[in-house]
């Protein structure tokens, strides 16, 4: 290859890396920590760890939070019956105020107390695609910003990789700090190169329509009309009806939908415009069994009962686009891949960092004292550990407040995230202050969070790892506390071995 | 957890093998071992072999569950076998050192 | 003579930038000549959806690569207006 061209990518890979490596960091660590997001909402709402149902609640058990929702003139409201990663059933609805959101007991059928948070699948997961920026969509922008340099970085670092194979097992922990962090960046870069690529990748394609709008505008009148074509939801796309209309049965309604079907259990049970003349029932077919993510929705109308539409199996473009999506949400159920995508996600973390390290490595010597090494410093400490701090925060907090707190105009769940962001930048003034101890003291730090929030689980909730542990149901929050515990632990070492290298410099570290 | 020990771990042992053969192939993780290099015919069959078995390896993850699932899976294997290789040789190669001698063995 | 910083700067420009309003102007072309060949409309976007980040990272990469930047400069401009003069060869769009 030519050297100019070695070089200009070289360039680039750096620059991108440098500009743009804090934004991807976030996204990877939280698309990480969402592969367990319902796990994660368990523990963060206790109230939710029940024992699975023997029998599955009839439908129009929900007939009640439906009725709100009809009385609150809501857009749509939606269930979701409980299924083996969630043993509640949950309630959702939109009104002109804002969203609303039940938790159900599967067995008695009543709402169960409002936690008062987010959890995972309300902070940590919009975080990932969103940044928890809503001003004029720029944090998705930012996300495919950063998606797209991801690419980039992959496409450059591979060109710039001089010895691709034979280096490809090459990892030498007795080496200098330096090599150390580039055979790091190197092993994490190469073998995980597909799950990179393919992560990226798909999660552009789920977002296409909003980055690239242009071929949708020019076939279509509007983006909805795409919408709802592409994912059989052209039921949808009525007009609005009168007011005052009866829903018919659910459960009737549902033996349809099943005499559709052949056979099968509903995802999700959707009604839009419920309590008007032209509303409608969907019901969104239980695809956990494989990767793509088609949902094989039958809709009926929702005055009188009858089949609106069914639409056909997709076709082969439409499959592998729902292939892709499938395989970046995981919306199905393996536990095994669940994991896998796990590690492999925080190998993706460990890429982004230690890529950042070898950055500052090769220029310590040198450029120890500009403003702009400084200034990435700081801001790769913030970034890394720093989010890592600001996560446990928010797990912190959530087992710290008590029950309906309410503070500076702030209820619960905002309180919790107004912890996450405290700490985060506090994080980032701390990496600017103390450049010399920040990473041993965040990785001290982290280890503390993480065996407080440990604690904190045990002493608030009585779960304890021995007891969540002998019980099937509680496994997602025995995980969660031997994550947490493993972490603490890493996270101890890695500032013990710091400390003692100093002024040697940081290893990877997880969480 | 039945299913997990006896399809799981073994595939994992099976692409585990397949790259420690890979990375056995090259000097420096042979000297590494303590081994000295191979001919160069006995290289080529033996990298030949072990992309055999990671072909192998999909087609056995994807008869064994659906394409989709056998594919995702066989991917994110792949990753963390070769990463364990990696982690072994540098950490303690030695461990390797009985496969390295069986690949010089000459094949009579 | 041109100041590096400059060079940089159009370069990162004409790459996000250009490179962005090309990739999309010609996804656009595309869902349209598939759709005038006769593939359901859905398809043809679909595809295009996942075709259109490939080429924008090709682009992002060419733009950087090139040694002069006049090349993908003229060639971004060609893209841009095929797919911005699209609409008038086919008319059967909506």
Not at chain 1, 25 to 30: E, Q, S
Not at chain 1, 134 to 155: Q, Y
Not at chain 1, 163 to 168: C, D, N, Q, Y
Request: aromatic share 12%; charged share 15%.
């Amino acid at each position: 290859m030519e050297p100019d061209f070695r070089r200009a990518m070289g360039w680039l890979h750096t620059w991108a890396g440098v500009l743009l490596g804090s934004v991807l960091f976030a996204i990877f660590w939280m698309g990480t920590l969402s592969v367990f997001d319902i796990e994660i909402d368990q523990w963060m709402k206790p109230a939710t760890r029940l024992p699975p149902a023997a029998q599955t609640l009839a439908l129009e058990r929900f007939r009640p939070s439906l009725n709100e929702a009809i009385a609150a003139r809501a857009a749509f409201w939606n269930v979701e019956p409980p299924n083996d990663r969630q043993s509640v059933a949950s309630v959702h609805y939109r009104t002109k105020t804002g969203f609303v959101s039940h938790d159900i007991d599967p067995v008695s059928g009543r709402t169960l107390p409002d936690a008062g948070t987010l959890g995972a699948s309300g902070f940590i997961f919009p975080f990932h695609y969103s940044l928890h920026l809503r001003i004029m969509n720029l944090g998705t922008w930012l996300v495919g910003l950063a998606s797209m340099a991801m690419l980039v970085l992959c496409v450059s670092g591979v060109i710039i990789h001089r010895k691709i194979f034979a280096e490809f097992f090459t990892f030498r922990p007795s080496k200098k700090p330096r090599r150390l962090l580039l055979d790091l960046h190197n092993l994490s870069g190469v073998l995980g190169l597909p799950f990179h690529i393919m992560l990226t990748f798909s999660g552009l394609v789920i977002l296409g329509a909003t980055f690239f709008p242009a071929s949708i505008n020019a076939l279509y009148p509007n983006p909805r009309g795409y919408f709802y074509e592409a994912n059989g939801l052209s039921f949808l796309n009525v007009k609005p009806g009168q007011p005052g209309a009866p829903v018919v049965s659910l459960d009737e309604t549902f033996a349809r939908a099943q005499a559709v079907w052949g056979n099968g259990s509903p995802e999700t049970v959707l009604v839009a415009t419920p309590g008007t003349t032209t509303g409608r029932i969907a019901f969104f077919r239980d695809r956990t069994q494989q990767v793509v993510m088609d949902r094989d929705v039958v809709a009926f109308s929702s005055t009188t009962g009858e089949l609106v539409s069914h639409p056909p199996a997709p076709r082969a473009i439409i499959r592998t686009q729902r292939f892709l999506s499938g395989l970046h949400l995981i919306h199905f159920h393996h536990w095994v891949l669940r994991w896998l995508y796990f590690m492999l996600g925080l190998g993706s973390c460990l890429l982004i960092a230690s890529g950042f390290l070898f950055w500052q490595a090769s220029r310590r010597t040198k450029q120890a004292n500009t403003f702009g090494f400084r200034l990435v410093e700081g801001l790769s400490a913030g970034s890394i550990t720093g989010i890592m701090l600001a996560t446990l925060a928010f797990f912190i907090s959530n087992r710290l407040l008590p029950p309906g707190a309410h503070a500076f105009g702030m209820g619960r769940a905002a309180l919790e995230i107004g912890c996450f962001y405290l700490v985060w930048v506090g994080a980032f003034l701390h990496g600017w202050l103390r450049p010399r101890r920040v990473w041993i003291e965040q990785s001290a730090a982290i280890s503390a969070f993480s065996a407080l929030a440990a604690m904190l689980n045990w002493i608030t909730t009585g779960d304890h790892p021995l007891h969540s542990l002998a019980n099937r149901y509680l496994w997602p929050v025995a995980g969660m506390d031997m994550l947490l515990l493993v972490g603490s632990a890493l996270a101890f070492l890695t500032a013990r071995k710091l400390a003692r290298k100093q002024p040697g410099k940081a290893v990877g570290k997880t969480v | 957890m039945s299913t997990t020990c006896l399809f799981y771990l073994p595939l994992c042992l099976w692409l585990f093998i397949a790259f420690a053969l890979l990375a056995l192939t090259q000097f420096n993780h042979r000297r590494a071992c303590g081994m000295t290099d191979l001919p160069p015919s006995r290289t080529r069959l033996i990298r030949l072999m072990a992309g055999v078995m990671l072909l192998f390896a999909l087609v056995i993850s994807i008869a064994h569950e659906s394409s989709g699932f056998g594919f995702l899976l066989w991917v994110g294997l792949l990753s963390l076998c070769a990463c364990a290789v990696a982690l072994l040789l540098g950490w303690y190669p030695r461990l390797l050192a009985p496969l390295a001698r069986l690949m010089a063995k000459p094949s009579t | 003579m041109v100041p590096a910083g400059l060079k940089t700067t159009a370069r990162i420009l004409l790459a996000l930038g250009g490179g962005y309003w090309a990739s999309s102007a010609s996804f656009a072309l595309l869902a349209r000549v598939l759709t005038a060949c006769g593939m359901p409309r859905v398809d043809a976007v679909t595809l295009g959806m996942m075709l259109v980040f490939i080429l924008y990272l090709c682009l992002i990469l060419w733009v950087f690569a090139a040694r002069r930047v006049w090349l993908p400069f003229w060639v971004l401009c060609g893209l841009i207006a095929a797919g911005h003069m699209a609409p008038f060869f086919f008319t059967q769009g909506h």
